[in-house]
């Protein structure tokens, strides 16, 4: 709902959000949930929160987002606690190291005292809430979070394909083992924080490190086939489509790998409107590739909105993006795509902001639903809706030719100009945050320091909206989405069925 205000320069849902966050709260305080154990769900909250703070500029809202992030710290290993070895509320003894290195930086998946799993899914949920928070609130403290929660993936959990691996196991006698199970929620999420990180700390190991990982996981058949459409019934289409608007956004990558993202994006979004929804419904299936039901799931409409909400951004213009000179930029697979030919088709720009604004409204209802529902069922237990489709396999997708470095720790926040609304540094903190925000009112500006090789460039300034979304008028920006859809770019003329990837791509 923040994202689609925030898309379309409004305020609709702002209200509908804060009262769902005060129902949130009141089940779940901290965003602790009291239903299930694993700290995904609170992050959840916490990534909401902030990007509604970022579409509205509320400080209530960044006030949640801390409250989140900081109950989420208590479970991600800080440096002390791996050099002693214990953390509070588990109830066994940490590994010191795994295959030489550090754990720090590592989120266990739950808050059970027993829970031996350090995981991706919640490592990843943190390194990204981190990242848009020391971004938000120019707070060393959580840049220093995302970086450790970056490294710790990027050390132990990213198999030789570029594709997350789902978790590192610390028992006493099993320390150390790795879940290779491959889930692509998993990868999206990373891919996502990464982006947020390599935009602030304009590291060119980490901009390398995103591009070889996008590469892997938009090619990678285990979770969509030969058309490029994610077949996934989990919510890894979610994900990676979150993951990838990110980065075609916030225009931190070459121009090429950024066309590539956008026609990625376009085939979801056209098997979203064509396959997965019937009728103009505006209730969607998973998987994408159909075929379309009539029945509602609140979890298919959430996965189907990330789609419709990515296509959104896409434009045209290729002149704001990054020339390929970028050291990063060689060998990115090319997609071709063909559409048969069909008759004139109306205008798709309804189809986008309708699309958006039908499953939004059936979701609001069912969120509140589902709040009222817990709050008098607080002595039950609820498991998440989720159909995974599990395979030991990992496949070797097309591979970016340089081995990113490790990301470097040594980055800092100066002082500059930007104002910040001000955040309550007292709520939601906890004994292992050195404080949930230190309000600096001020951007942002981070400097590498050392992992950058002597001769070579740094990015270019981030050129992201030259003419920033925000001050766009909505009918300025229907206007964009109308001549965008209109040119077709990602069908013929009157075309909106999904086209084909090639089946060939060059290395």
């Known amino acids: 709902m923040a994202e689609f205000d925030r898309l379309t320069n409004q305020t609709q849902y702002k209200q509908t959000l804060q009262q769902c966050f005060i129902l949130?709260?009141?089940?779940?305080?901290?965003?602790l949930s009291t239903?299930?154990?694993?700290?995904?769900?609170?992050?959840?909250?916490?990534?909401?929160?902030?990007?509604?703070?970022?579409?509205?500029?509320?400080?209530d809202f960044l006030d949640l987002a801390v409250t989140s992030w900081s109950s989420a710290r208590r479970y991600a290993i800080s440096e002390e606690q791996a050099t002693s070895g214990t953390?509070?509320?588990?109830?066994?003894n940490l590994s010191l190291s795994c295959q030489g290195a550090t754990l720090v930086g590592g989120t266990y998946r739950s808050t059970d005292p027993n829970g031996p799993h350090l995981d991706s899914l919640a490592s990843g949920l943190f390194l990204v809430v981190s990242a848009l928070l020391a971004e938000a609130a120019s707070n060393q403290t959580y840049l220093n979070a995302a970086i450790e929660s970056a490294k710790f993936i990027q050390s132990h959990l990213l198999g030789p394909s570029n594709i997350i691996l789902d978790s590192v196991f610390l028992k006493p006698?099993?320390?150390?083992?790795?879940e290779s199970m491959v889930y692509s929620y998993?990868?999206?999420?990373?891919?996502?924080?990464?982006?947020?990180?390599?935009?602030?700390?304009?590291?060119?190991?980490?901009?390398?490190?995103?591009?070889?990982?996008?590469?892997?996981?938009?090619?990678?058949?285990?979770w969509q086939g030969l058309d490029g459409i994610i077949a996934a019934t989990d919510f890894g289409g979610h994900h990676i489509v979150r993951a990838l608007a990110a980065l075609y956004e916030r225009n931190t990558t070459s121009s090429d790998l950024r066309e590539y993202i956008k026609e990625y994006i376009g085939v979801q979004y056209n098997a979203v409107i064509e396959k997965a929804t019937s009728g103009g419904s505006n209730i969607y299936e998973l998987p994408w590739t159909g075929?379309?039901?009539?029945?509602?799931?609140?979890?298919?409409?959430?996965?189907?909105?990330?789609?419709?909400?990515?296509?959104?951004?896409?434009?045209?213009?290729?002149?704001?993006?990054?020339?390929?000179?970028?050291?990063?930029?060689?060998?990115?697979?090319?997609?071709?795509?063909?559409?048969?030919?069909?008759p004139p088709k109306k205008n798709a720009t309804g189809a986008i902001v309708g699309g958006v604004v039908g499953g939004l409204a059936l979701l609001v209802v069912t969120i509140v639903c589902v709040f009222l529902c817990r709050r008098r069922r607080r002595q039950g237990n609820h498991t998440p809706?989720?159909?995974?489709?599990?395979?030991?396999?990992?496949?070797?997708?097309?591979?970016?030719?340089?081995?990113?470095?490790?990301?470097?720790?040594?980055?800092?926040?100066?002082?500059?100009?930007?104002?910040?609304?001000?955040?309550?540094?007292?709520?939601?903190q906890s004994s292992t945050s050195p404080g949930a925000v230190e309000m600096d009112m001020t951007r942002m500006d981070v400097q590498i320091e050392s992992t950058t090789p002597l001769g070579a460039a740094t990015s270019p300034p981030n050129l992201l909206h030259t003419e920033r979304r925000e001050d766009m008028p909505t009918e300025e920006l229907l206007k964009l989405l109308n001549q965008r859809l209109l040119l077709?770019?990602?069908?013929?003329?009157?075309?909106?069925?999904?086209?084909?990837?090639?089946?060939?791509?060059?290395?």
Request: glycine share 6%; hydrophobic share 35%; proline share 7%.
């Open 291 to 342: 075929p379309p039901s009539t029945l509602f799931s609140s979890y298919n409409q959430t996965v189907a909105v990330t789609a419709l909400l990515g296509a959104i951004q896409l434009v045209d213009d290729e002149s704001s993006s990054k020339s390929s000179d970028n050291p990063t930029s060689s060998h990115t697979p090319t997609a071709k795509m063909t559409t048969p030919p069909l």
């Open 173 to 178: 006698n099993e320390s150390c083992s790795v």
């Open 35 to 59: 239903f299930v154990s694993v700290l995904n769900y609170g992050l959840n909250y916490g990534y909401a929160a902030v990007r509604a703070y970022t579409a509205y500029q509320d400080p």
């Open 186 to 222: 998993n990868s999206g999420i990373f891919i996502e924080g990464l982006v947020i990180l390599a935009d602030i700390i304009r590291n060119i190991s980490t901009e390398a490190l995103v591009r070889s990982t996008v590469v892997a996981v938009a090619t990678d058949t285990l």
């Open 385 to 428: 809706l989720v159909v995974d489709e599990r395979s030991p396999r990992i496949l070797t997708p097309f591979m970016a030719t340089s081995v990113p470095a490790e990301i470097s720790q040594e980055h800092h926040i100066n002082q500059a100009n930007n104002v910040r609304c001000p955040v309550d540094a007292n709520r939601g």
């Open 87 to 92: 953390m509070d509320g588990k109830q066994f």
């Open 24 to 31: 949130a709260e009141s089940v779940s305080p901290g965003f």
């Open 488 to 507: 077709g770019r990602w069908n013929d003329l009157d075309d909106e069925l999904p086209p084909e990837y090639d089946e060939g791509r060059s290395t």
